[in-house]
Structure formats: structure tokens, C-alpha cells
């Protein structure tokens, strides 16, 4: 098969970003091992240049399997190998690595690695406390992303795991580990946007990490209702509200950043293309130079978008991009016709799912909805994978949750509550569903669950 081509790959790297700090750790704390943690510190900043840039929606991506195992493996296997040794050299520093090596072991097990899926099934039975969650944690990481047999399958497979992983995240609401581990199983290979704002819903509401607090007051989160407003260059205030019932794209970028302006003939081919259907840009220019941006918008005349300059931020960036959390640039937010931030792609314009946001208000909506990923098309970064489970070339786009189907998801989510004893949370959702799907066809069997749970 056809792979992501180095070149296009090289286009991925970002503009103005570290990847960790080095000689973080004191080398006074090193102990059994050989090498001083500073210098293991600096050899994982390394490792992690060393890994192939892919976003990780493809990294999970099971079409796509075995290219990721060819490429990923030795990369990650190398870090996970450099995670180990310096949790020995640096004992009191180990948890500053935990996250970044539970999720390399959990794509190493996706890629059929049997080793590091036996590493996570030994951890999640270790006495101590952080490394058993760690197992448990990684092990429904990898449940979740694992490829299903079917939709139906998936959700249902996805909904129990969500109701173990919950009772584990209450269990240790303390660990930021468990924002990273929900977070990440709501924005990749959800079933559902019930089943992710349920994850979602978990991290706002009942943990209290540093992560979790800091999540809290996020002013933009994926998965939920998003607006912006800026001054725009010829002195008029755009805000994205008032493009509601519109996909929009917001591209932080700059003409000095190679790769920005490397993507820019994609993103004026599908403006162009789609803008009758309802595509909206706003660029965000990190320029500190009006002069400088002028002459690149006068050369580049097909940028007829919205443009705003304000170079009131750390370095002269954009004064929102650190509000937005930017820290490399090429940057996008894709906003979908109801408002809700989707997705935030660095480095990576996810065509697939600029289509599907296209395609939800205009599409009709069958009665049972296709959950089934979209095969990439012919001139897509990544050619789907021979050895990964085959997909329809053909097959549509998967449309927006219909209200019924997410009507009928809250119902299982609660049936699912009750069997596991957990009628506090069962009423949660079947009040929910009432609340927000009042006249839908699950809504007299959630008025009989909950007088059942008040008896």
C-alpha cells in the first residue's frame, strides 16, 4: 500500500513548538541506573522528534493498522523503553512520565505488540497504587480504540466500558492520568457524542485533578457549544455566532510559519469549493508585522476569508491564540452548523471530517444511522491499509446523531447504570433524556425506569 510520503509527513512538523523541557530532573536523583536522569531526559526529547508525526486520529485508526505498526513500533517502543529507564534513575519524577507511556503502550497494542499489552495487563495487577491504574486505565484505552466487529457492537461494548472506567476515575479523581484516558476516549473512536459527552461530563463534574481544574476553565473544550469574536482587519468584529447553521474553520497560522503556508492551497481549493455549502473561515494571523501580512493577503488574493491581526500575545502571537491554548501553528477548530467545537486539528487538515460536518445538515437521516468510518479518499494522506479490515470504498459519511438515536443512547447508557447498581447515575441520564428529548420514542420508557427507581 501507499503510505503517508516523507515529504508530506515533513509538512506536519510544527512552527514554534518544544516537545518537553530537558534537565528538568536533578541528576542527584538518579538511582539504579547508569545514566544520569537529565541525560535519559534529553534522549526522550529525542526519541520524541523521532516518532512519525501522524495525528493521532490515524494513529488509532484501525484501517490503518498495519502501516502505523510498520512505522510506530520501533519509535515508540524505543521511548517506552527510555520511560523505564528514567522512572529507575528519577524514583521521586516518575509520574511526570506516566501519561506520555501509558498512552505508547496503549497504540503499541493496537498494533498487535504483545509485549506491551502484557506490560499493561501486568501493571494493572501491580500493589502499587499509580501503576495498577495505569493497567486499568490502558486496558480500556485499548478496549475502546480496539477496531469493533460492528457498530452495534462498538456501542455497546463502548457503553459498559464507560461505566468501569467511571467507577475507576471516581476511584482515583486525584490522578490527572484519568482526564487524559477520558478526554481521549471522547474525542477518538467514540460510538456516539452521548457516549463522549458522558466521558466529558465525568472530567467536569466529578474530578479533581490539576488537569481536571484546569479542563474546567477551558475556554474552549471539544464536544461542547463554542464562539469566538475578533476584530478583523478593514475594522469590522466577526463573531462565529453569527455563522451559526455554518461549518466553520478557524485557522491560526502566519505568513513567517513554512507549513502554514504549505496548507493554505488546501484550505483556498476547499473554501472555494465548499463555501456554497455553507464553509466559513476565520484565519488568525500570529504575524507581529501588518505590513508583512498585507503583502502575503495582496499576493494571495484568493484569501478573501476574514482576517484577524492582533499581536498583543506572548511573542507577538495573536492575542487569542493563547486564550485558544495554541502553542504550534499551523492550528485549526473545526465548529460544526449547531456551534459545538469538534475537533482541533495541529498540523493537519482532517478532510473526512470537514465533509461529514458538510454532509450533517444536509443529509437525510436514515433510521439506522451508519456508524462506520469513511473510507479515504483517493488523494487522502494515508491510503487505507490492505492488511486492516476492509471498507467500502463507497460507503457514505457517517451522519450527525439523529435526537432519536441519541435519545435511545442515554437509554441504554441508564439500563446499563442499573445493572451495575448505579441508579444515582441511571437518574442522571434518564433525566437528561427527558429533559432534552421529551417527545422521542424512548422517552415513556425512561418516565417508567425512573418511577421503577423511586419505588
Not at 486520529?57 to 502505523?68: E, H, N, P, T
Not at 460544526?336 to 460536518?357: M, N, P, Q, S, T
Request: glycine content about 4%.
Amino acid at each position: 500500500m501507499q503510505g503517508i510520503s516523507r515529504p508530506l509527513s515533513l509538512l506536519l512538523s510544527l512552527c514554534g513548538v518544544g516537545i518537553i523541557g530537558t534537565a528538568r530532573w536533578s541528576d542527584a536523583q538518579a538511582q539504579d541506573s547508569h545514566r544520569p536522569a537529565s541525560q535519559i531526559s534529553a534522549d526522550i526529547n529525542t526519541a520524541l522528534r523521532a516518532v512519525p508525526p501522524y495525528p493521532l486520529a490515524i494513529q488509532l485508526d484501525g484501517r490503518y493498522v498495519s502501516q502505523m505498526a510498520r512505522e510506530m513500533t520501533n519509535p515508540l517502543q524505543h521511548l517506552v523503553d527510555l520511560y523505564a529507564e528514567f522512572e529507575k534513575a528519577a524514583p521521586a519524577d516518575r509520574l511526570t512520565v506516566r501519561e506520555d507511556k501509558c498512552l505508547a503502550l496503549v497504540r503499541l497494542a493496537l498494533y498487535e505488540n504483545k509485549d506491551a499489552l502484557q506490560s499493561l495487563t501486568d501493571a494493572s495487577a501491580s500493589a502499587v497504587s499509580s501503576e495498577a491504574v495505569l493497567g486499568k486505565a490502558g486496558l480500556m484505552m485499548y478496549q475502546w480504540w480496539r477496531s469493533p466487529l460492528s457498530p452495534q457492537t462498538q456501542q455497546s461494548k463502548q457503553q459498559q466500558i464507560a461505566i468501569n472506567f467511571e467507577s475507576l476515575a471516581r476511584a482515583n479523581s486525584r490522578d490527572d492520568l484519568m482526564v487524559m484516558a477520558a478526554l481521549d476516549m471522547a474525542r477518538y473512536q467514540s460510538s456516539s457524542d452521548v457516549l463522549s459527552n458522558s466521558l466529558r461530563d465525568l472530567v467536569e463534574q466529578d474530578l479533581s485533578s490539576p488537569a481536571a481544574v484546569k479542563y474546567r476553565h477551558q475556554l474552549y473544550k471539544v464536544g461542547r457549544p463554542f464562539k469566538v469574536s475578533v476584530n478583523v482587519l478593514g475594522g469590522k468584529t466577526v463573531s462565529t455566532a453569527d455563522w451559526k447553521g455554518k461549518v466553520v474553520l478557524i485557522d491560526f497560522w502566519a505568513t513567517w510559519c513554512g507549513p502554514c503556508k504549505a496548507a493554505l492551497p488546501k484550505l483556498i481549493s476547499l473554501y472555494q469549493a465548499d463555501h456554497s455549502d455553507g464553509l466559513e473561515v476565520l484565519g488568525i494571523s500570529n504575524d507581529n508585522s501588518m505590513p508583512a501580512l498585507r503583502d502575503f493577503l495582496a499576493g494571495n488574493k484568493d484569501m478573501v476569508w476574514p482576517e484577524s491581526f492582533d499581536p498583543t500575545g506572548p511573542g507577538g502571537w495573536n492575542g487569542l491564540s493563547p486564550q485558544m491554548g495554541i502553542t504550534g501553528i499551523p492550528t485549526t477548530f473545526f465548529i460544526d452548523r449547531k456551534g459545538v467545537l469538534r475537533d482541533i486539528e495541529v498540523a493537519y487538515l482532517d478532510e473526512d471530517l470537514l465533509k461529514k460536518l458538510l454532509d450533517e445538515e444536509a443529509t437525510p437521516q436514515p433510521a439506522t444511522p451508519v456508524d462506520s468510518p469513511l473510507a479515504p479518499p483517493a488523494d487522502s494522506p494515508v491510503a487505507t491499509d490492505s492488511q486492516a479490515a476492509p471498507q467500502p470504498a463507497t460507503q457514505p459519511a457517517p451522519p450527525a446523531d439523529s435526537p432519536e438515536k441519541q435519545a435511545n443512547a442515554l437509554l441504554a447508557i441508564a439500563n446499563s447504570y442499573i445493572s451495575a447498581d448505579r441508579p444515582d447515575r441511571a437518574r442522571d441520564k434518564l433525566n437528561q433524556l427527558l429533559e432534552k428529548y421529551p417527545n422521542s420514542t424512548a422517552a415513556p420508557k425512561a418516565r417508567d425506569l425512573l418511577a421503577h427507581l423511586a419505588d
